[in-house]
């Protein structure tokens, strides 16, 4: 009952937490009102989750394959960069490794980051979830199971390593830095950017805006589809098991919509804050579930 609920509660978090996310992303290109900008993606998530299982597909396929691009794009662009072929600084090999060197914070800083890629390796059970809605889940889910290795692997393990050869630790120009230079970029375009490289980190940077609104669509498919099924195995109340014609948990997807107008603080000074708390809470949540 325990795990069932934190297991809801954290995709309902992701969604305000990418929907912040996203209005940090586009502070890369303008100061306007973020809240502005969290009202476009809310609207944008809603109207895509309306076309039910069928619409969260489409746009999931649309989506990874702008991200598959990207990430392939990233990786030869960094390895150019580190080696010199690229960019503005020559070789740089393993010098940020030396100085300032890796594991700044010791074993309390890998647990602070332990937190951070619990919420970014969480969410590869969501695939689970769709089985009821898919027309062949024995022969899709298992065939969806064996390929995420390949996405830890290419995807993030070594996006990571690059993005480690690339930006050292105290960068004035990442997120939480005193320095003035300090900006809500994405690692990745820093990456780039920092090098000399001109029009790829806006490219970048708009990629990653749309992994951002992929990661709070699943949230979006996901949440209520929890919360209906806490509801049918009368873990919460039964008027919440509605599901209209087209399959959709109407009231289930009105509570989850309300729970992301939490992102609308986004426009407040603790905006960082917000994110951390909200980053926090999911990632957590995603250790607590995998280890029960």
């Not at 960069?81 to 600084?89: H, K, L, Q, Y």
């Not at 003035?180 to 950017?193: G, M, R």
């Not at 107008?261 to 603790?270: E, Q």
């Amino acid at each position: 009952f325990s795990v069932s609920w934190v297991y809801c509660v954290q995709w309902m978090t992701v969604l305000p937490l990418q929907l912040v996310t996203a209005a940090m992303t586009v502070r890369y290109w303008t100061n306007a009102n973020p809240d502005i900008f969290v009202a476009v993606f809310f609207v944008v998530i809603m109207v895509i989750n309306m076309f039910g299982a069928k619409g969260y597909a489409e746009a999931e396929f649309l989506f990874n394959i702008c991200k598959v691009l990207m990430i392939a794009g990233f990786v030869i662009l960094g390895i150019a960069i580190n080696c010199g072929g690229a960019g503005t600084s020559g070789y740089i090999g393993a010098k940020y490794w030396h100085s300032p060197g890796s594991f700044a914070a010791g074993f309390k800083g890998v647990c602070y980051v332990f937190c951070y890629a619990a919420f970014s390796y969480g969410g590869i059970e969501v695939m689970v979830l769709t089985a009821s809605e898919q027309e062949n889940p024995r022969k899709s889910i298992p065939n969806a199971c064996k390929k995420v290795i390949y996405r830890i692997l290419l995807i993030y393990m070594l996006t990571t390593i690059i993005v480690c050869f690339l930006v050292p630790y105290n960068s004035n120009e990442l997120m939480g830095s005193s320095g003035e230079s300090a900006s809500h970029a994405s690692p990745l375009v820093i990456a780039v950017a920092s090098h000399g490289v001109k029009i790829v980190p806006h490219i970048i940077n708009a990629v990653i805006l749309i992994s951002v609104i992929s990661v709070g669509n699943s949230s979006m498919y996901s949440a209520p589809r929890l919360l209906l099924s806490l509801s049918e195995q009368g873990y919460a109340p039964k008027f919440l098991n509605y599901v209209d014609r087209q399959g959709r948990p109407l009231i289930c997807f009105a509570i989850t919509l309300l729970v992301a107008l939490i992102a609308f603080v986004a426009a407040s000074d603790a905006e960082e804050d917000i994110f951390a708390w909200l980053l926090a809470i999911s990632g957590l949540s995603q250790i607590f579930i995998w280890t029960s």
